[in-house]
Antibody, heavy 123, light 112 residues
Framework: QLQLQESGSGLVKPSQTLSLTCAVS??????????WSWIRQPPGKGLEWIGY???????FYNPSLRSRLTISVDRSKNQFSLELNSVTAADTGVYYC???????????????WGQGTLVTVSS | QSVLTQPPSVSGAPGQRVTISCTGS?????????VHWYQHLPGTAPKLLIY???NRPSGVPDRFSGSRSGTSASLAITGLQAEDEADYYC????????????FGTGTKVTVL
């Protein structure tokens, strides 16, 4: 059974960088055939797709976040990471990592999710 | 701002049938991109309910069904149960945003 687990900074100061890691167990990122995404949910709001990375390291981002965002993969540790810089209070929320089978276009659907981690941006 | 619009809330009595709509545009559902549906309970990970418009993953009850037509899609829940009270989201792909995953605005289902 594939499992994803988010970890990282729970409290980030405005203008600083938010860093999260998603550890994958029960399967290998290196096997290919999937994209690995970050998704977030601000308090009281809906889900927002942030971006994804392939096992090759190629990454694709939500245009609204592209200028501040880096998603990377570490195949040796079977994990992928998110860095969002110049954060503001609007970046507060629960951040999820998720897997999506690759198709004609990506991301397709998300079949496995992490439990989510709350990130608060505050001084 | 989401490009897929859902009603904020729907409700029904136990045993009833409810439907949730998901309205898109020519750059997502209207362009033929598939729609998928998730159930989200507070404090938990979203759960995939329907993928590829109409397909249920293993373990999802057949009380849940999906359909789509043109720029819209729907999720139907028949035989509504108390455990179905949750938030539901549709999700697709939008080609107008340099290729981007998009979620619906979300619908809260209340079991009366």
């Amino acid at each position: 059974q594939l499992q994803l687990q988010e970890s990282g900074s729970g409290l980030v100061k405005p203008s600083q960088t938010l860093s999260l890691t998603c550890a994958v167990s029960g399967g290998s990122i290196s096997s290919g055939g999937y994209s690995w995404s970050w998704i977030r949910q601000p308090p009281g709001k809906g889900l927002e797709w942030i971006g994804y990375v392939y096992h090759s390291g190629s990454a694709f981002y939500n245009p609204s976040l592209r200028s501040r965002l880096t998603i990377s993969v570490d195949r040796s540790k079977n994990q992928f990471s998110l860095e969002l810089n110049s954060v503001t209070a609007a970046d507060t929320g629960v951040y999820y990592c998720a897997r999506a089978p690759s198709g004609y276009y990506d991301p397709y659907y998300f079949d496995y999710w992490g439990q989510g981690t709350l990130v608060t941006v505050s001084s | 701002q989401s490009v897929l619009t859902q009603p904020p809330s729907v409700s029904g009595a136990p045993g009833q049938r409810v439907t949730i709509s998901c309205t898109g545009s020519s750059s997502n559902l209207g362009a033929g991109y598939d729609v998928h549906w998730y159930q989200h309970l507070p404090g938990t990970a979203p759960k995939l309910l329907i993928y590829g418009n109409t397909n249920r993953p293993s373990g999802v009850p057949d009380r849940f069904s999906g359909s789509r037509s043109g720029t819209s899609a729907s999720l139907a829940i028949t035989g509504l149960q108390a455990e179905d009270e949750a938030d539901y989201y549709c999700q697709s792909y939008d080609s107008s945003l340099s290729g981007s995953g998009v979620f619906g605005t979300g619908t809260k289902v209340t079991v009366l």
